[in-house]
């Protein structure tokens, strides 16, 4: 099993940073992929980014491409989001998500079902 414990949320100015972090225990060593989704009140979770922790493979949604950069760093079995440019359509609740599984017929890496283990959120708030 795995265990996804997230950090780093709060409240923040429009235009501010915050760096969230995650950090995998349990049986990490076969993690394939992580990413992150953020979920808005009223609304469904949505894909935001993700990273290979072999090759270090990102991909982004299209709303945050340039402003947030995911990373990982495989000798604390951590994945971090830097976001920056910050603004109230960013304010969601923010998971984090990873799967151990190489491959998926089904889902892509930006569909919710595509990850096996999930953490319990932090809150993101972007005041104006």
């Known amino acids: 099993q795995v265990q996804l414990v997230e950090s780093g949320g709060g409240l923040v100015q429009a235009g501010g940073s915050l760096r969230l972090s995650c950090v995998a225990s349990g049986r990490t060593s076969t993690m394939y992929r992580m990413g992150w989704f953020r979920q808005a009140p009223g609304k469904e979770r949505e894909f935001v980014a993700t990273c290979t922790m072999n090759a270090g493979t990102t991909k982004y949604t299209d709303s945050v491409k340039g402003r947030f950069t995911i990373s990982r760093d495989n000798a604390k079995n951590t994945v971090y989001l830097q976001m920056g440019s910050l603004g109230p359509e960013d304010t969601a609740v923010y998971y984090c998500?990873?799967?151990?599984?190489?491959?998926?017929?089904?889902?892509?890496?930006?569909?919710?079902?595509?990850?096996?283990?999930w953490g319990q959120g932090t809150q993101v708030t972007v005041s104006s």
């Open positions: 998500a990873g799967t151990q599984r190489t491959y998926s017929s089904q889902y892509s890496f930006q569909d919710t079902g595509r990850y096996d283990y």
